[in-house]
């Protein structure tokens, strides 16, 4: 078994034991939360050890170090290390000193509120990193009385979290860092255990690593520092997808309205190695506060533009669609999506903050293909200006917060070609226990198919604007793959010869029953006559 994978079955076995009556959503943010203190703690260490490499040559001792240097350059030491790494932990609330405590039960309760509150207390030092790491731990609610009734109790829980995190394995056989692959399992196993809260904060891997490679397609890999932006951005999970697609150090940009869940972005982000520098990511509500964007030198304020944008938002939402927002620069020319159905809303946000030469993949349900009114109207408008560049129909039942099929669509600001191409990968999957999964040969025949843009019979078709135009603008995916299976002719003499043996058995086998029953004696009169009864009726149905 993959030795993170094996770590994190370890690991969520041990959480479930210990969560007790709290729900897997609620249990997340402690086990992950601890999970990415010791991350920062032991990152934190690993600069200290070049700091001290004077006074140590070992980075056990680090701790020890750090408690004693602190006496009389405390304030230069956390000065230093919240300038250089974005944050600071004070020597008696390291990770290790934690551990030590918990092993020699000489922890106090009031020691782990102690712990966090001076993490944000030392993260204003460095105002630059300020966005990126203050109230990060403010979803883990240490006075959750489901945690316990008393603050020993809860003290006593988050002590039990701290020995489960301490033992987990961050390295694999080979001495690589697993971190945030474990991390990301771990994110995975919540989701499936949280319902339809899940999409809220989580898209599915395989789905995600087929976004970034429609995204990433045409993407020049020369750009050094290409920016790639997720408006709906949950935990993080899609844009660090592209991570594998792009070669070039990445800066993320992502806006989450969910605080909890932006709180697991910032972390997740984090524990796959992002530095402060290159993430930026907000709270904030994408369709009500447009960003990003720059202040120009004259005081003009104008939109980041991104090499690639992804995004799985909330599918139909309500939102408001006030007549003011035609006025909005990312809607004016399309017109606004209705109120119960913000698809298009999102969509245009997306591609209002898109590079002319970038590629944008989102997923939507099936109705914005063939909706009509507002809708119908968004769509024409993207059609006539040759935006729409492909789309996809998927399998139904491979998110966790719905099991409607759903469609990507693919996005450019600049097509050399003036059609679109319609897939429909609906039936290309495995079937789950809890939900259906892409397999790599259904992902790459997408990929492959997207690449060389031509007709596949019953699976992909190239549809000029003339055809689309017919169809009033109504992009249905069946209206242009035709994926129907013709029944084999069936063969009627074969079937009439079939039913005549069939007869001549069932006669045989009545023949010997009745047989078999005139054979049977037996002094009960009434079970005698029942007996004759049916083979009189059996009889006369060998006959007919």
Known sequence: MDKAKEITN??????????????????????LGFMFYRYLSERQEEYLFDFFKDRIKDIKDVNDEYKRASVGEGDYIVGTLAKNRGYAIGPEYTWK???????????RPDTFQNMFNSFDKILKINPQAMNDYNGIFADMNLNNSR?????????????????????????????????????????????????????????????????????????????LSPTVYDFTCGSGSLLLTLKNEIRSKITYYGQELNTTTYNLARMNLMMHGVSYEHMNLRNADTLEQDWPSNVNEQGIEQPLKFDVVVANPPYSQRWD??????????????????????????????????????????????????????????????????????????????????????????????????????????????????????????????????????????????????????NDFNLNIPRYVDTFVPEPPVDLKKVAADLHETNIEIQKNQKELVGMLKELTSDDDDIMDGLNAIIKELEEETRD
Do not use: C
């Open 97 to 107: 000193t934690i551990v030590d405590e918990v092993n020699n039960n000489t922890i």
């Open 321 to 470: 669609n006030d007549d003011r927002k035609l006025k909005d620069p990312r809607f004016k020319d399309y017109g606004l999506a209705p109120k119960t159905k913000a698809d298009y809303a999102f969509l245009l946000h997306g591609l209002y903050h898109l590079d002319p030469n970038g590629t944008m993949a989102i997923v939507l349900p099936h109705g914005v293909l063939f909706r009509g009114a507002k809708e119908g109207k968004i769509r024409e408008a993207l059609l006539k200006k040759n935006q729409i560049d492909a789309i996809i129909g998927m399998p139904a039942g491979l998110f966790y917060s719905t099991g409607i099929p759903t469609v990507i669509l693919v996005l450019k600001k600049n097509k050399a070609n003036k059609d679109v191409l319609f897939i429909d990968a609906s039936k290309g999957f495995e079937k789950g226990k809890n939900q259906n999964v892409l397999r790599d040969e259904d992902i790459d025949r997408i990929i492959n198919t997207y690449k060389e843009r031509k007709d596949v019979e019953r699976y992909a078709h190239v549809a000029s604007f003339d055809e689309i135009k017919e």
């Open 10 to 31: 370890k690991v969520w076995d041990m959480a479930n034991s210990l969560r007790g009556n709290m729900d897997a959503s609620e249990y997340r943010n402690y086990i």
């Open 147 to 223: 945690l316990g009734n008393t603050t020993t109790a809860r003290a006593r829980a988050l002590t039990e979290i701290v020995t489960l995190v301490d033992q987990i394995e961050y390295k694999d056989e080979n001495g690589n860092d697993i971190l945030g692959r474990i991390y990301e399992y771990l994110i995975k196993e919540f989701a499936s255990n949280s319902g339809k809260k899940a999409g809220e904060f989580y898209t599915p891997h395989e789905v995600s690593k087929l976004l970034s490679k429609l995204a990433t397609v045409s993407f020049d890999q020369n750009i």
